[in-house]
């Protein structure tokens, strides 16, 4: 079972950030928070990751709350191409993997 | 970065017939590889894990018999789907993550572009 839900959807206008909220209330002290995208008919994007600590890199930025019950991942400055699924999973070592249904971000011009 | 290929993209079938999915690490070595089946509108689903030299860990539901996965070396896990039918139409993608020892406990996955099984 996943142990991560996010909204279904999301928009957001062109230009401006997108916030997309997940929750992992559940996860475990040696879990990370991974973010991943899905573009229509591709593999999975590898996004960013934390595990406690505000992450940032060139792709975006990652919000973990203190409790480490939820996490928030920021696109600056959305551009139309990434309109994408979005997926929050979160994994400890070379564990498997489950993932939840995602959230499908539109951004619109 | 890391770079996991996977082929081939697209292939269609007969009823009957079995089909080989490859799926490379290009760039490293992965002592674990993930399998994926993906429907419309759907999200991923786990099919399996696939250990180096080792038998493969299949998902509930998942029938091991269909779907075969061979994972001979560090850098190829191979998945076969054997006497294919219509309802295993869908889409497979495999993933993959370093497994050095400096990197592997927050290594995230590599996933290859997938490849869509037509089943006629």
């Known amino acids: 079972d996943a142990k991560t839900t996010q909204p279904p959807s999301m928009d957001c206008a062109e230009g401006r950030a997108a916030n997309l909220p997940c929750n992992h209330s559940t996860i475990s002290g040696n879990e990370y928070v991974y973010w991943y995208r899905q573009i229509h008919s591709q593999g999975p994007q590898y996004i960013i990751h934390?595990?406690?600590n505000n992450e940032t890199n060139e792709m975006a930025s990652l919000i973990i709350t203190e409790d480490r019950k939820s996490s928030t991942l920021i696109l600056p400055h959305a551009t139309l191409r990434d309109t994408a699924v979005y997926y929050c999973i979160v994994r400890a070592g070379t564990g498997k993997s489950t993932f939840g249904d995602g959230t499908t971000l539109t951004v619109k011009p | 970065g890391a770079v996991v290929s996977q082929h081939p993209s697209r292939v269609i079938c007969k009823s009957g017939t079995s089909v080989k999915i490859e799926c490379r690490s290009l760039?490293?070595?992965?002592?674990?590889m993930f399998w994926y089946r993906q429907f419309p509108k759907k999200s991923l689903m786990l099919m399996a894990t696939s250990n180096e030299g080792s038998k493969a860990t299949y998902e509930q539901g998942v029938e091991k018999d269909k779907f075969l996965i061979n994972h001979a070396s560090l850098t190829l896990s191979t998945l076969t789907v054997t006497s294919a039918h219509p309802e295993d139409s869908s889409f497979y993608i495999c993933?993959?993550?370093?497994?050095?020892?400096?990197?592997?406990?927050?290594?995230?996955?590599?996933f290859g572009n997938g490849t869509r099984l037509t089943v006629t």
């Open positions: 993933s993959a993550s370093v497994t050095d020892s400096l990197r592997s406990y927050n290594s995230p996955l590599h």
């Open positions: 934390g595990l406690k």
């Open positions: 760039d490293f070595q992965a002592t674990t």
